[in-house]
């Protein structure tokens, strides 16, 4: 059984930081490309970064997060990691990891991160 498990999320003031983790078991994970996907209150689902799963991985991110997050994985841990560093309102949503990138396979069940004063 798949099973993708997000950790890290809560409330944080703007200009605040998070991590968030992803553990990660009943996938090859060190063979599989993550994302970080979130879904804001009332909006639908953003993709947020992704990572590829060879050596020197291939990182992307969406234009609103671009020097602010950073994607990274730790596939001794089966571990996926999302920094996220000045953080701003618009950015609170639940966070979900999730197999795979433009193509997804399994999701977690999602972490809160909430930004506000």
């Known amino acids: 059984e798949v099973q993708l498990v997000e950790s890290g999320g809560g409330l944080v003031q703007p200009g605040g930081s998070l991590r968030l983790s992803c553990a990660a078991s009943g996938i090859t994970f060190s063979n599989s490309h993550m994302s970080w996907v979130r879904q804001a209150p009332g909006k639908g689902l953003e993709w947020v970064s992704a990572?590829?799963?060879?050596?020197?991985?291939?990182?992307s991110y969406t234009d609103s997060v671009k020097g602010r997050f950073t994607i990274s994985r730790d596939n001794a841990k089966n571990t996926l990691y999302l920094q996220m560093n000045s953080l701003k309102p618009e950015d609170t949503a639940v966070y979900y990891c999730v197999e795979g990138w433009h193509e997804y396979g399994a999701w977690g069940q999602g972490t809160q991160v909430t930004i506000s004063s």
């Open positions: 990572i590829i799963h060879r050596r020197g991985a291939s990182i």
